[in-house]
C-alpha cells in the first residue's frame, strides 16, 4: 500500500511538471507586435497628394489610378501574435486584425468593417495596401495602408 501511494504521488508530481512546463511554453511563444494601419481617401480631386501619405506616394500611384490621395485617419496599435486586436479607423470604419506568426512576419486575417475581408502577409517595414468600398456621401474610394512595425 504505502509503495502504490507513493508511485502515485510521483506520478502526479511529474504530470504537474509537466502541465507547468508545457503551459509556460506555450505563453513563452506569445510575442506582440506593433501595427499602423493609415486609412485614405483616393479621388480624381486636385487636392493631390497629403504630406503625411509622401513616403507611400509611389505605392499608392503604382496601384491606383487616383489623382488625390488624402490621410483621413492614423492609428497604431499592438496585437499579441497569435491573437487578434481592432482599431477605430475613423468616418465610422473599424479594422479588426487576427494576427498568426510566419518566418518573415505575420499572416493577418483582416476583417474591414465596409465588408471587406482579406488576408494579407505582413513584413517589417514593407506596406501593404487594401482597395476598398466608395465613399457613400462623396466622390472617391477608401483604402488602406497597413504596416508592420
Do not use: C
Not at 468600398?133 to 504596416?147: E, M
Amino acid at each position: 500500500m504505502i509503495r502504490s501511494t507513493h508511485t502515485y504521488f510521483l506520478a502526479s508530481v511529474l504530470f504537474l511538471f509537466g502541465f507547468i512546463t508545457q503551459n509556460t511554453f506555450a505563453e513563452s511563444n506569445v510575442s506582440t507586435v506593433q501595427i499602423e494601419v493609415i486609412l485614405v481617401k483616393a479621388s480624381n480631386g486636385s487636392d493631390g497628394i497629403d504630406p503625411a501619405l509622401r513616403s507611400y506616394s509611389n505605392t499608392l500611384e503604382r496601384l491606383f489610378r487616383f489623382k488625390s490621395y488624402q490621410q483621413i485617419s492614423r492609428d497604431s496599435f499592438k496585437v499579441d501574435v497569435p491573437g487578434k486586436a481592432t482599431a477605430k479607423l475613423g468616418q465610422g470604419n473599424r479594422l479588426t486584425i487576427d494576427a498568426q506568426s510566419t518566418r518573415n512576419g505575420i499572416a493577418a486575417d483582416l476583417d474591414w468593417s465596409a465588408g471587406i475581408h482579406a488576408r494579407l502577409n505582413l513584413k517589417k517595414g514593407t506596406p501593404a495596401v487594401l482597395g476598398g468600398p466608395k465613399i457613400k456621401d462623396g466622390d472617391g474610394t477608401y483604402l488602406l495602408i497597413i504596416r508592420l512595425k
